[in-house]
């Protein structure tokens, strides 16, 4: 997602203060980073149909208990410290289905990357999402040329692979789930470069 600075005199606010802006400004969304508030920004139409094809992908492939949901929606990563809106987060808790504020425990976050989001994504969000119990996969997903990075969960650690071609399958057997790179960029123009090599 993208992100402007929002215009207050302060640079410190509590979680108390991130709810009262958050909550009250219905048609902005805000971020909050240990006391930072971010508002998030729009995207383009390339990240939008990403997101798109990513939630037709999973939404065909998960139970009926599991609900996905796109940046609209809160995920809380640490109470009273860090809130974030993912691109897609997938969950399959009773009580992140019931709760109309936020989701606390998903097994799967998806961030589609803009180039003023990569650093935060691939840093702050990687170290924050995947401190989250629950999760299971993070996945980052670059808007051109094909590009997905997949984090997986491997007991005490993580696992990391790269996706960068276009008949490449994605398993993600912890959610008995796999994408195709076809299904994720679907619509999507894919800008190709030639690569010479030393000899010409």
């Known amino acids: 997602m993208g992100f402007a600075q929002p215009k207050y005199e302060t640079n410190y606010y509590t ?3 991130y709810f009262e802006i958050d909550d009250n400004t219905p048609e902005q969304k805000f971020e909050y980073f240990l006391g930072e508030v971010t508002a ?3 995207t383009t139409t390339t990240h939008n149909t990403i997101s798109i094809n990513m939630v037709i992908a999973i939404s065909n492939q998960i139970a009926n208990k599991c609900r996905i949901f796109m940046s609209d929606v809160r995920l809380e990563v640490k109470r009273n410290a860090i809130y974030f809106y993912p ?4 969950t399959c808790d009773e009580e992140d289905i019931k ?3 936020s989701i606390s425990n998903p097994c799967l976050v998806v961030e589609v990357l803009s ?3 990569e650093a935060k994504d691939l840093n702050e969000k990687l170290d924050s999402y995947t401190k989250i119990p629950s999760v299971m996969y993070y996945i980052v997903v670059g808007q ?3 590009s997905v990075k997949v984090y997986e969960r491997a007991n005490l650690f993580w ?3 790269l996706y ?4 490449d399958v994605i398993p993600l057997p912890l959610l008995d789930l796999s994408l195709n790179m076809t299904d994720i960029y679907r619509n999507i123009e894919i800008e190709t470069k030639e690569v010479k090599s030393e000899a010409e």
């Open 15 to 17: 979680a108390q203060d």
């Open 87 to 90: 691109d897609l987060i997938l």
């Open 144 to 146: 051109t040329p094909f």
């Open 40 to 42: 998030t920004a729009g």
């Open 99 to 101: 709760n109309k504020k």
């Open 164 to 167: 960068t071609q276009a008949e």
């Open 159 to 161: 696992k990391f692979v």
């Open 115 to 117: 180039p003023s989001t």
